[in-house]
């Protein structure tokens, strides 16, 4: 059989559902044609292959390209004043209110041009590259004008021209009411209803729309109007749920179909069973937990108990997770949360793909997947979660391109 690349010697951790765990498979090989998987298994019953090149990676281990699936790594300038602020005791809360918060990025987003934009965000995208990252989701929500939300979303398209990754745009218009709505915040709901969505989809500019619904963000009647749309004009649908408050969110997004409901620290169990049947994603986003000193777990043995799957992500945002790496967000997830080192892993790749609704195309190592790969100098997978501020990358392949 003709393959482009085989790598010889693996250990894979596949991440196969029909396999227990994370589906290991000791001396492995992996065979690419196209920039697509064309076998992953055991040596022993491999077929032989006429490659162009082999790579013997002498028993390192390979997982899939990690996949970093709620990010807002698009957005200008950053909020360091606001961290000194909460160091003194002001709350995340408090400051949105007080003008600051996602209004405070906005301002920023809204002065720099889509050339400076990607020249901000390139350096976060890196250090997530820099791990094994292939896959990244990037959400709009700090434009809140049609003109400036089209701008950051063309801005995250951009970068897939500019570095090996796949890029996942999520337009977020429903992220905050805009000062010029101060006084009608329904108003702005209509101009994101009748007319962002209608033209983001459009111009295929999201692959899906996602919105913050909470006290200082939307209400549950306002999501939905907004999840009506998006599905009228055929986008996938997310949500920030949860995270402070509990407006029932995620019981909105699953029954709406929602591929995900993201952060989910005061969700209920209804909701959770809700996702359960729906199939939505629970991601975790422990970096923002940790980051703004949040004390309410998500409730991961609900997730267990009902078969939620369950996701981890960075959140990279400048608010309140100016974090740039997946290893680390797994390591918090790990200590913070009490998830396993297997739901770490499976949450940044399988589970992660499906939360972008692409488990037909990545987040597995099986053939007809694409060649995505993060091979590891590691003795054992745990270490990718075990450590903290430490890269133990090998290599990087993305679409069977190193
Ligand atoms: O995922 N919760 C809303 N959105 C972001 C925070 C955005 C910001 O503060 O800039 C989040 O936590
Ligand atoms: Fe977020």
């Known amino acids: 059989m003709r393959a482009d690349h085989l790598w010889t010697g693996a250990r894979l951790a596949t991440m196969r559902p029909d396999l227990p765990g994370l589906g290991i498979i000791e001396d492995g090989v992996i065979a690419a044609q196209h920039g697509r998987i064309l076998h992953a298994g055991p040596a022993a019953d491999a077929p032989a292959f006429d490659a162009a090149r082999t790579t013997d990676l002498e028993g390192r281990w390979v ?16 909020r360091a004043h606001e961290f000194e602020l909460r160091l003194k005791g002001a709350s995340y809360e408090e400051i949105a209110r007080a003008g600051g918060g996602i209004v405070s990025t906005m301002r920023a987003t809204r002065a720099a041009d889509e050339a400076e934009l990607l020249r901000q965000a390139l350096p976060r995208l890196d250090a997530l590259l820099a ?23 063309r801005a995250a398209r951009a970068l897939a021209g500019l570095r090996p990754v796949d890029i996942a745009t999520t337009f977020l218009g429903a992220h905050a009411v805009p000062p010029e709505f101060a006084e009608n915040h329904d108003a702005y709901i209509d101009l994101v209803c009748r007319s962002m969505i209608p033209h983001v989809a459009q111009h295929g500019l999201a692959d899906a729309v996602d919105g913050f619904c909470e006290g200082i963000g939307f209400s549950l009647a306002q999501v939905r109007r907004v999840f009506h749309a998006a599905k009228a004009h055929g986008l996938a649908i997310k949500l920030h749920a949860e995270q402070l408050s509990n407006l029932q969110g995620a019981a909105l997004a699953a029954q709406c179909g929602a591929l995900s409901a993201d952060h989910l620290e005061h969700v209920d169990e209804p909701a959770v069973r809700a996702m359960a049947q729906a199939g939505t994603v629970a991601v975790m986003l422990p970096g923002a937990y940790y980051f703004t000193r949040d004390t309410h777990l998500p409730p991961i043995d609900l997730f267990r108990i009902h078969g939620v799957p369950m996701a981890v992500a960075t959140d990279c945002n400048p608010g309140t997770a100016p974090l740039t790496s997946l ?45 995505d790969l993060a091979i590891w100098d590691i003795e054992r997978p745990a270490e990718l979660v075990y450590r903290m501020g430490f890269n133990p990358l090998h290599a990087r392949i993305h679409r069977g391109i190193s």
């Open 63 to 78: 997982t899939p390209g990690l996949i970093d699936c709620h990010t807002h790594l698009i957005h200008a300038g950053d």
């Open 327 to 371: 290893l680390l967000s797994m390591n918090m997830a790990a200590t913070l949360f009490r998830m396993s080192v297997e739901e770490c892993l499976t949450g940044v790749t399988r589970h992660a793909a499906r939360a972008l609704g692409r488990q037909a195309d990545i987040g597995t190592l099986e053939a007809g997947k694409a060649c």
């Open 131 to 153: 791990e094994g990252v292939t896959t990244v989701e990037v959400k709009s929500g700090y434009g809140l004008t049609l003109q400036d939300e089209v701008k950051m979303l």
